[in-house]
């Protein structure tokens, strides 16, 4: 419809729009211009995965050898590398609802069988161990895929939450990949606590972490897998395989993205998701059948639009469709996310979006 000449108001993507920040893609360009632009060992160079053990510790308080932690391409190959290391053909894999679209067939991808636990958003999207742990006894999975902060929720639990779910795979003996691709994207008083960081978690998590969302590294495809050395070395075993080492330029990219905080540019991205997420909370609100409980990290708002679907006798997609169509806003249908009845509407756009979308959107609560 863009392509058509039509004004789109577009928040379905999961991309910051700001630019990959210079320091970071000039180490990218002078990897090329010194032809630092041959292979790696498949789990990435030595100087980077030592580079991301400094910065899990710094940043997260996780503590791993340079030899634990892999260099991949991106969150996505990381959960693909973790998953086919732990699954076995038919081994259930336990994913909580809202979760990221890509999950499910990751699972599958890795011959494994994905469960899913429905979303509780009366809960504030966070489940709790009695609700897992039956899930457990009946599905009797070999792991558990976790994704905090939440796309698409944006929701952070407590420590106290987190360690329940570790307690809780601790005495089933499941793994937790524990994709925390949003870690540093929080408001409001939401800390990050990733499962490995606590008692008990350490030995059972594999952590998925890099500067994708943060950093606008989204098209340089690196990101880091952390864990225990045996599924590391499977990890990097099923990588060298399949893809041999991330972009070796990207590597170079990254190495400098964990040697500078830039903190800046953190600030000012922060800032900007926050004033928007504010604009978002208070507007969706006010109009009449939506509400958005405020999201506590990530850039996303899901907005809870089940009762204008029931209003009107149509289900999230044909909503969506509807709001596209009619009003030229594209949003994504919580159906893809295991949440029917909802709306993702990403904040990782300007304001001006963010204003027409609100527009379009109290213009479809007016209509018939
Ligand atoms: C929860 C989650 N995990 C992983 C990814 C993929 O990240 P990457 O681009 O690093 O593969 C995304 C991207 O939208 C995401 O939202």
Known sequence: MKAQGQDVVSLGAGEPDFATPAPIAEAGIRAIEQGNTRYTPAAGVPELRAAGARWLSSTFGLSYAAEEVMVTAGAKAALHMALNAIVEPGDAVLILAPYWVSYPALVTMADGNAVVLPAVPEHGFIHDAATIEAAIRTHKPKGMLVNFPNNPSGSVPTRAQVQAIVDVCTRHDLWIVSDEIYATLLYDDATHISPASLPGGRERTIVVNGFTKSHTLTGWRTSFLAGPRAVVDAACRIQSQVLGNACTISQAATLAACEQALPQEQE?????????????VEQINQIPGLSLTAPRGAFYALVDARAWCKQRGIDDV?????LLE???LATVPGSAFAIPGFLRLSYAAAMDQLRAAVVRLTAFG???
Not at 268 to 280: I, N, P, Q
């Open 326 to 328: 009619r009003h030229l």
């Open 268 to 280: 000012r991205r922060m800032r900007a998701f926050d004033e928007r997420r504010r604009y978002l």
């Open 318 to 322: 044909a909503l969506a469709e509807i």
């Open 366 to 368: 007016q209509s018939k």
